[in-house]
């Protein structure tokens, strides 16, 4: 495809189902400049030095504080509606920077508390035990959404403290807005302004769960949030229970499913995993290395940044291809192999730096349960087409269905 | 030295001895291994001893995980007395030797002791280096003593006076300097750490100094300090520093004193004119080595992650046949810390730095990355509370960047360059 860098093919929809051959392509440069001025990261060493460098910045909108006022009555007028919006929509953590990202995160963490996670254990198993079984009979299913989607949302909402009947709103919310995160997607004005209508849905609907919360305490991460002494504003509250729901339902989903079709295409270690299933810990994370739900993440380059003999300029969006360093030669030896007998797996399926994943123990058990009670249940289980059809999106990578043949179901 | 070793002898069964253990097998060592150590426990791990056990959290049982295949011997509760380097052996207290081809000397350093020994026999009166030590003072600890009284303004110290703050027991840390942690982390830091202590309650008193401790029936009963105060308690601990355990390489030949063995770059043990003890390694807290990012200057690291990176450099060499296939050390220190709800981390060393500069945060926040300079590089970080930018640093420092390094960052305070 000339004409088109490598990242805007990586974008094309058309290369999702395999794109680590461009990948490659990308890593022999480890930052590489992109027509449009956005550098791609994909290297480890390099990834792995910049998601810790302060002078990259997770908040891509313009800084309302560094806005100069031009002068200019046509600019001015177009910058002050954003300056106005980013104060009132109060961004998700994950777009934001220290001190406030570490004030909410914190926030958040405090409430992800390992027992709670631990906790979540059984619930996990029972949900999975009950989708399973809702497979019987059938010979053929969709993994994704008889399974992968629905498993996470149930567990993130029970997490969360959503009513179950109110579960089915959140699929399509999370879904319009997970578009955020996606650079072709979000810059399309009809896309932006289905943001908007569904992020004013979804905050209504929250406003209202969290007054309810503020009566009545439960046992759940959004009463918590809501009832903390020194608490966040509703504003950010909002923000940061939306984030936890899109973040919990997007990537969990593409974590299991794309560990389902990976032990497909590799039916030794399907076997194994059913023969030895404490083997699990160890092969999701290679799956996070080799498959990882989260391709990458923008950031933004505050100042000249000089790295691997190239110097990234001030103000440049920056692309941390986390997927291609996940499988950088230099790092791992033969990374194109699945092994999940890898002594040395230090991936960045979950991210790094200070962004990294707060739900990544919670994910670690979905996986591990989701794909334990898969292989052990599902009896003669194999693929129908393969590549399956992908979503659109390139960050958040995965599956759009995963159709399956089976020849039964086993019981629990 | 080129012919493959066949046995090696690791002195100090401690956390370098352990790491070197495991990253000999690691690199396919497969002759024989033997650990002989002073104390009669397994390695285990010390950082935790002095916050999460005495709090009661953990036992003093910190045991390190052994590989099921390390197959070496351990021979603990031992200590080897002599080292007869011609003879290429090592004598231990049982009277038994053993030969070596390559041997580590990973010793480590003892607490310090009360000076004055009769005080220092005083029931009451404790120091903390090992897990005895943890689990006689945790004991104490949970008799709920009227009130402890530390002496020494570093780390340990501070650590053990946030534990007894946390377990609610009153609390006399006695700094002999005008500043706390001043040599770790600076005047200026090391008063923040002393501020939030006192917050948290702590009778902290500056440039004071104990002038005799008074015993009853061989239990401690009050000390007097030089000012002329008399504080009434049952429970002292004294974390006045470390000694190094060379003592028993007098005689030898090696190059060891008070300030440490001295090894060169590639953690080869040093004699007494200079060169090179052939087959002769250290590693941890006893070794003392040329630091690259500070003109070779002699170092000796009492942290937790240089005891293992030099462990594993030590390892490697002990393995690598001549000089030109050995690597340096050329670890960047790095250390942490937790106390009074505050996680403290540095990199680098601070030693001889003249200038600071508050790079993210604030020191009003009490959540702060701050850099030190030293003629006009960077030689160290600290971060209270936001340890993550740290990487970043460690890199400028490793690069020897100017400072004030890494300039238009994240949450960043317009840099205003201060004195230390
Ligand atoms: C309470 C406490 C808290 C700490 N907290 C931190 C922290 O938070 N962060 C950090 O970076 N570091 C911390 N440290 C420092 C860290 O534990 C040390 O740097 C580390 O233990 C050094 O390991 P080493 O193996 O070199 O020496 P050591 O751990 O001192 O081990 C030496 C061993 O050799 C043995 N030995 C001595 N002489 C002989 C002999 N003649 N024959 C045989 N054996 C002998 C000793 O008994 C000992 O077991 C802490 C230390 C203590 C005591």
């Known amino acids: 495809m000339s004409g088109s860098t490598l990242f805007e093919q990586i974008l094309d929809p058309a290369n999702r189902a395999n794109p680590y051959p461009l990948y490659a392509e990308l890593r022999k440069a480890p930052v590489a400049r992109q027509a449009d001025g956005t550098y791609v990261v994909s290297t480890h060493a390099e990834l792995a030095r910049l998601i810790s460098d302060p002078r990259i910045s997770s908040d891509d909108l313009p800084d309302p504080q560094k806005f100069r006022w031009t002068g200019h009555p046509v600019t001015d007028l177009l910058v002050r509606p954003v300056r106005a919006e980013i104060r009132k929509r109060h961004r998700p953590f994950i777009f934001r920077d220290p001190p406030d990202h570490d004030r909410l995160r914190g926030q958040v963490m405090r409430c992800f508390t390992p027992e709670r996670v631990r906790g979540m254990r059984a619930k996990t198993q029972a949900i999975t035990d009950d989708l399973i079984g809702k497979m019987q009979g059938k010979s053929r299913i969709d993994l994704v959404d008889d399974f992968s989607y629905p498993l996470p949302v149930t567990v993130i909402c029970e997490l969360l403290g959503v009513p179950p009947e109110d579960e089915a709103q959140f699929h399509g919310w999370a879904t319009q807005l997970a578009t955020a995160l996606e650079p072709n997607q979000r810059g399309d004005e009809e896309n932006q302004a289905k943001n908007e209508v569904c992020f004013n849905e979804i905050a209504d609907y929250l406003q209202g769960l969290i007054k309810e919360k503020r009566k009545d305490r439960q046992e759940d991460i959004l009463s918590d949030l809501a009832n903390e002494k020194e608490g966040m504003n509703d504003f950010d509250l909002i923000a940061t229970a939306v984030l936890l729901l899109v973040a919990g339902h997007e990537t969990t989903v593409n974590l299991i499913t794309n560990g389902m079709l990976t032990l497909l295409r590799f039916p030794e270690h399907l076997e194994r995993l059913r023969a030895e299933p404490e083997t699990a810990p160890r092969l999701i994370e290679e799956l996070l290395r080799y498959e990882p739900p989260v391709h990458y993440r923008t950031r933004l380059a505050l100042t000249d940044i000089p790295v691997a003999g190239i110097t990234i300029p001030k103000d440049a969006p920056v692309i941390f291809l986390l997927a291609a360093a996940n499988r950088d030669p230099i790092r791992f030896p033969d990374p194109d192999r699945f092994d999940p007998d890898r002594p040395d797996n230090r991936h960045l399926g979950f991210g790094g730096g200070l962004h990294y994943c707060v739900g990544a123990p919670l994910a670690r058990i979905e996986a591990e349960?989701?794909?334990?009670?898969?292989?052990?249940?599902?009896?003669?289980?194999?693929l129908t087409e393969d590549p399956p059809p992908y979503r659109p999106g390139a960050s958040l990578r995965g599956p759009r269905h995963l159709r399956l043949a089976l020849e039964g179901v086993a019981g629990e | 030295m080129t012919t493959r070793p066949e046995r090696i002898v690791i002195v100090g069964a401690s956390l370098a001895g352990h790491a070197a253990a495991h990253a000999l097998r690691e690199r396919g060592y497969a002759g024989s291994l033997t650990l002989v150590g002073a104390e009669r426990h397994r390695p285990y791990d010390r950082p935790p001893l002095s916050k999460q056990v005495l709090r009661g959290l953990y036992s003093a049982d910190t045991t390190?995980?052994?590989?099921?295949?390390?197959?070496?011997?351990?021979?603990?509760?031992?200590?080897?007395?002599?080292?007869?380097?011609?003879?290429?052996?090592?004598?231990?207290e049982d009277g038994s030797r053993l030969p070596?081809?390559?041997?580590?000397?990973?010793?480590?350093?003892?607490?310090?002791?009360?000076?004055?020994p009769e005080e220092a026999g005083l029931a009451g009166v404790f120091t903390l280096r090992d897990r005895d030590d943890a689990e006689r003072l945790g004991a104490h600890l949970r008799t709920k003593p009227q009130r402890v009284v530390l002496v020494g303004g570093g780390f340990i110290g501070f650590e053990v006076a946030s534990t007894c703050r946390d377990l609610d027991i009153p609390v006399t840390l006695l700094v002999r300097d005008a500043v706390p942690l001043a040599a770790a982390l600076g005047p200026r830091l090391g008063g923040l750490i002393g501020e939030v202590a006192r917050e948290r309650g702590v009778d902290l008193r500056l440039e004071s100094e104990i002038e005799r401790m008074e015993g009853q029936a061989g239990r401690l009963a009050a000390v007097t300090l030089k000012d002329g105060a008399r504080i009434e308690t049952d429970c002292l601990v004294a974390a006045i520093g470390t000694l190094r355990n060379v003592e028993w390489l007098d005689g030898s030949g090696l190059e060891a004193d008070a300030g440490g063995l001295r090894c060169d770059a590639f953690c080869r043990a040093l004699l007494h004119d200079g060169r090179v003890a052939e087959g002769v390694f250290a590693a941890g807290d006893v070794a003392r080595w040329p630091n690259p990012y500070d003109d070779d200057a002699l170092v000796a690291v009492e942290h937790w992650g240089n005891a293992r990176a030099q462990a594993e450099t030590a390892a490697a060499n002990m393995l690598a046949g001549d000089a030109s296939a050995m690597r340096r050390h050329d670890h960047l220190p790095d250390f942490w810390s937790q106390q009074f709800g505050l996680t403290i981390k540095l990199v680098g060393l601070t030693e001889g730095a003249d200038a600071l500069a508050v790079v993210h945060g604030s020191l009003e926040e009490r959540r702060l990355v701050a850099a030190f300079g030293k003629a006009g590089r960077t030689v160290a970080a600290a971060a209270i509370d936001?340890?993550?930018w740290l990487p970043a640093y460690k890199a400028a420092i490793r690069e020897r960047a100017p400072f004030p390094p890494i300039e238009d960052a994240v949450d960043q305070p317009r840099i205003r360059v201060q004195e230390p």
């Open chain 2, 386 to 388: 936001s340890a993550r």
């Open chain 2, 100 to 116: 070596y081809d390559r041997l580590l000397i990973a010793t480590g350093t003892r607490a310090r002791p009360w000076p004055n």
């Open chain 1, 369 to 382: 349960v989701a794909l334990v009670s898969l292989v052990r249940r599902l009896k003669g289980v194999s």
């Open chain 2, 64 to 92: 390190l995980p052994c590989h099921p295949d390390l197959n070496a011997e351990f021979r603990l509760g031992r200590p080897a007395t002599r080292l007869d380097l011609t003879g290429r052996a090592v004598e231990c």
